[in-house]
């Protein structure tokens, strides 16, 4: 098949190997163009323009996809699919004409299960215990379209964002070479989204990230794995931010406050909440490095009826 693949951050990293090394015909790729990043505002080359660099693949990054000349100039490719993943901006009804026969989307949730901007950190921030990727046929919505193929992974219990990011990521790509593969064999029968069973993944916000100890060690634990790596949870103690790396869940006490500090050994700090202990065993203070908690212990003075802090620090301006 002539394939124009669309795709962005490291996710789509996977796909686009996967396809350049089949024997698909990659005609170019689109990304988002170069951003600035950092103090000195250099130049940010995306994940995948490097890997097409690299390639040697033409490369595209037009500042929206969906100019009527751009869009022209790709139909001079004639395109049999086009292929998007996390490509970062919404095409419109015109552009997913282009191809012969349609625009196909790999999304990272088990549609219609967490449609939207941040499927995989959802499904850990709610519990799930699985997830999975699927390949559908792009329409005007916003992942509506008709299911392709779909492949379900579980959720371990020491998932985190990133790692179940780089599972789903490694899938998509086979996922997507097998959804090619049915297709040219005319083995595909799209099937229509159960619109009834849709939920929403909506975007991250920095402050979801502030700890609040009334709630039960099961979800603020959740909350560690699926804000890991960004932006990452924090509590305050003696009004300075400490970020929380990693945590373990045990049962409490009758006796447990939320937020104060039940037990201290060289696991972690126990800290009680609204139902049983998070154990903290990696943190990061502000300023520094992230280290074991039993480290961080060696410098900073812990004790059983500490309390830690709930109100979030004023923004610095």
């Known amino acids: 098949m002539n394939i124009i693949f669309m795709g962005t951050p490291e996710f789509a990293l996977p796909t686009l190997k996967s396809l350049h090394q089949s024997s698909h015909s990659i005609l170019a790729v689109i990304t988002q163009p170069d951003r600035p990043k950092g103090r000195g505002q250099k130049l940010l080359v995306s994940p995948i323009k490097q890997y097409a660099l690299d390639s040697d693949l033409p490369i595209l990054q037009p500042k929206t996809v969906n100019d009527p000349e751009f869009i022209e100039s790709l139909k001079q490719n004639r395109p049999d699919v086009i292929i998007v993943v996390a490509f970062g901006q919404i095409l419109s009804a015109t552009f997913l004409k282009i191809p012969t026969q349609f ?108 700890i609040h100890w009334d709630q039960s060690a099961t979800t603020l634990s959740n909350k560690v794995r ?76 812990v004790e059983r009826g500490t309390l830690f802090d709930t109100v979030p620090l004023p923004k610095q301006s």
């Open 226 to 301: 699926g804000l890991t790596p960004w932006p990452g949870t924090y509590t305050l103690l003696n009004k300075k931010r400490l970020r929380i790396l990693k945590v373990q869940v045990s049962e409490g006490s009758p006796d447990d406050t939320p937020g104060k500090v039940a037990r201290v050994t060289d696991l972690g700090i126990e800290v009680g909440t609204g139902k049983g202990r998070l154990i903290i065993t990696e943190l990061q203070p502000a300023g520094k490095k992230s280290m074991p908690t039993k480290s961080f212990l060696a410098g900073h003075k």
């Open 103 to 210: 625009c196909i989307n790999l999304h990272s949730s088990l549609l219609p299960k967490y449609r939207g901007a941040a499927p995989i950190h959802r499904a850990i921030l709610n519990g799930e215990t699985k997830s999975g990727v699927t390949t559908m046929i792009m329409d005007k919505g916003m992942d509506t379209g008709d299911i392709l193929l779909m492949q379900e992974t579980p959720i371990h219990e020491t998932d985190t964002a990133q790692t179940l990011h780089d599972t789903l990521s490694k899938m998509g790509g086979a996922l997507v070479l097998e959804t090619l593969k049915r297709l040219v064999e005319n083995t595909l029968l799209p099937i229509q989204q159960d619109h009834s069973q849709v939920t929403y993944a909506a975007k991250l916000k920095k402050e979801e990230g502030l």
